[in-house]
């Protein structure tokens, strides 16, 4: 089992950057691939980014890419989310995942652990 708590959620400005962090606990963090969803008001949950164990492979939606970077402590058992430039259809609850696939994936049937989720608000 993989506890999952994210935070850094907040309400900003458009324009504004964000850090958003997920504490594991549980399985061995550092062989976990590591993912970011998020789910829009009124809209499906999508891939965001995500980072395999070693943090040497990302894959971002294009719709972030450029404006965000995964990262990932094995040592503090924790993945990161930075966005910068953000926008108000970034606005969504960002849920962070953990994946025994081995590799990067955005497939979210590939993540078996889920997080609660962080609210993060852009106002324009």
């Known amino acids: 089992q993989v506890q999952l708590v994210e935070s850094g959620g907040a309400l900003v400005q458009a324009g504004d950057s964000l850090r958003l962090s997920c504490a594991a606990s549980g399985r061995t963090f550092s062989r976990l691939t590591m993912g970011w969803f998020r789910r829009a008001p009124g809209k499906e949950r999508s891939f965001v980014a995500t980072?395999?164990?070693?943090?040497?492979?990302?894959f971002y939606a294009d719709s972030v890419k450029g404006r965000t970077t995964i990262s990932r402590d094995n040592d503090k058992n924790t993945v990161y989310l930075q966005m910068t430039g953000l926008k108000p259809e970034d606005t969504a609850v960002y849920y962070c995942?953990?994946?025994?696939?081995?590799?990067?994936?955005?497939?979210?049937?590939?993540?078996?652990?889920w997080g609660q989720g962080t609210q993060v608000t852009v106002s324009s």
């Open positions: 995942a953990a994946s025994t696939y081995g590799d990067v994936t955005i497939i979210d049937s590939q993540y078996r652990y």
């Open positions: 980072i395999e164990w070693s943090g040497g492979r990302t």
